[in-house]
Each structure stands twice: as C-alpha cells, then as structure tokens.
C-alpha cells in the first residue's frame, strides 16, 4: 500500500511566480506541485499538494494529515514567523513533519529568523528555492516506518 504525504503552503505561496521573483524565483505553485508529483511518482507516495491563506485553516489541515497521512512538508510562509497555532497542532501529530522555505529565513529580516514551527519539525530546509520541496519529499522516505 502506497504512503500518503501532505504537502501545505501558507499565506501568499498562490503567488508564487508573480510577485517578489528575487526572493522567491520565477517558478508558481502548480508547477512546484507538479515537480513534487513526479519526485513522489519515485517513492511511490500519494501526493495531497494544498495551499491556504488561512492559519485556522492551516491549522485543519496539519491536524488531518497527521490523522490520514505518513507524512507532511509544510512550508507555512509569514505563519512560521507568527503562529504558535501552527506550532502546537504539529506537536499532537504523529508524522514526520519537514519544514520548507523558498527562501533563506536567516539571510533575510531579524523577525524572519524565529521559526515557531522548526522546534516541533523533523527537519527544515530553506533557501534552496523549490528544490526544498524535493529534497523534503526524500527526507520524508528516510523517515517513514516501512
């Protein structure tokens, strides 16, 4: 039986490809999605690819990946910075959880250099534009139980 991943972005990433290309490259969010649907093609995982501008909404979906899914990236944008929400609902579930950001949070603003989320994340990546994503998709293989 295949493993099921989420994939969850934050606020603005629907914008991706049209706005702030020196930050966040050139490339928009359907054609992340359609990167991360080939890398997890490779791993043989089902793909759940969303993106909301909602927190409380984000917070829903956290809590029902770790109820049907093996396994999340979330990249949850300016909430990383803010939300304590986002923080605990990752902490009550029980998946391997990678943090992804496009760009380096730690070369930009001091306010963007507090993640609430890598404290409760297996693992973050950040800075390498959309190739976080992939990289994320295959830490997630080494860290699902067969």
């Excluded at 501008?53 to 910075?81: F, M, R």
Aim: proline share 4%; hydrophobic share 45%; aromatic share 6%.
């Amino acid at each position: 039986m295949a493993k099921k991943i989420a994939i969850l972005n934050g606020p603005n990433l629907n914008l991706l490809g049209n706005r702030e290309g020196d930050i966040y490259g050139n490339i928009g969010l359907a054609e992340i999605e359609a990167a991360c649907a080939d890398e997890c093609a490779r791993f043989d995982f089902e793909l759940e690819f969303l993106q909301t501008n909602s927190e409380g909404e984000l917070v829903t979906l956290i809590q029902q990946a770790g109820a049907a899914c093996d396994g999340l990236v979330i990249n949850p944008a300016a909430y990383t910075h803010t939300s304590v929400a986002i923080h605990d609902a990752i902490r009550a579930i029980a998946i391997p959880t990678i943090e992804v950001h496009l760009s380096n949070i730690y070369a930009r603003e001091e306010f963007r250099h507090k993640s609430f989320v890598s404290p409760v994340a297996t693992g973050t990546i950040c800075g390498l534009g959309p190739t976080g994503y992939i990289l994320a998709i295959g830490a997630l293989a080494t860290q699902i139980p067969e």
